[in-house]
């Protein structure tokens, strides 16, 4: 149990209905008009279709450069693959974690087979000194990703550290991401250092948070930013289970300048990686 000050919701965005790809229909619900980034935190995607004419199309190749994705599917799956021979399987459970730095292609296509196609997407921002890093990818099947349940409390660790207890995923910066689980009752108690923000994402049922003399809530398919402080506490926030995405992360405090499927830091950055791509140059 941490005695760091406990953050407060600070912010809750709802996210907004869109498509993206070849048509699949999605829910931004970061990186929108709402809520364009938190820092380094630029796009959650939630994509829960159970109609294939809504995600079959999938996302065809298309070029990245300047950040990480780190897609987390809850159902169904998808095929990877990419212009550095890459080529990865996302089943239910499973993590794939792509570093596109200097810039990669990549495709990533739902399987037709399954009803539902359920996942969350989380663009992570490069520092400017790893932004023309090596492309990297790491494919962290379900098995491999360890989970903790103790006291009502069930935690997937798909990034970082929880109990003690660490995702074998490696990232650039201090980066936390967590499913969890709670009962009514049961307390989730995580550090969230001052230097990091951090949101929480309610997949379902109602999560309490903040200092328990000043409870907040997040209801189902919101996300709340979380204020200043050194930690977070959450809650079921009713007398049912909540099921929520919780994330934390390294402040860049770096400028970012985005256009498309790119992120730098200046204009300058940001037209080169255009040319790169339209003269064959990235990936
Ligand atoms: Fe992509």
Known sequence: MTTAKIRKISQ???????????????KRILGSPELGQLDPFLLLDEFKNDNPDDYAAGFPDHPHRGFETVTYMMAGSFTHRDSKGH???????????????????HSEMP??????AWGYQLWLNLPAKWKMTEPKYQDLPSEKLPVVEEKGVRVKVLAGEYGGVR??????????YLEVRLEPGAVLA??????????????????????????????AGHLGV?????????????????????????????????GGPF?????????????????GKLG
């Open 167 to 176: 995702s074998p995923g490696k990232s650039f910066i201090p980066f936390t």
């Open 111 to 116: 399987e037709q087979s399954d009803g539902l």
């Open 263 to 279: 992120v730098m830091n200046t204009l300058g950055e940001l037209k080169q990686a255009f040319y790169d791509y339209q003269t």
């Open 12 to 26: 809750i965005v709802q996210g907004i209905n869109t498509s993206d790809g070849a048509g699949v229909k999605l």
């Open 190 to 219: 995580q550090p969230a250092p001052p230097d990091q923000n951090a949101f929480v994402y309610v997949i379902e049922g109602k999560a309490e948070t903040g200092p328990e003399s000043e409870p907040g809530y997040v209801k």
């Open 226 to 258: 979380f204020g200043e402080g050194g930690s977070v506490r959450l809650e079921a926030g009713d007398e049912k289970p909540v099921h929520l995405l919780f994330a934390s992360a390294l402040k860049l405090n770096e400028p970012v300048v985005r």
């Open 87 to 105: 080529e990865g399987h996302l089943s239910a459970g499973s993590v794939q974690w792509m570093t596109a730095g200097r810039g990669i292609i």
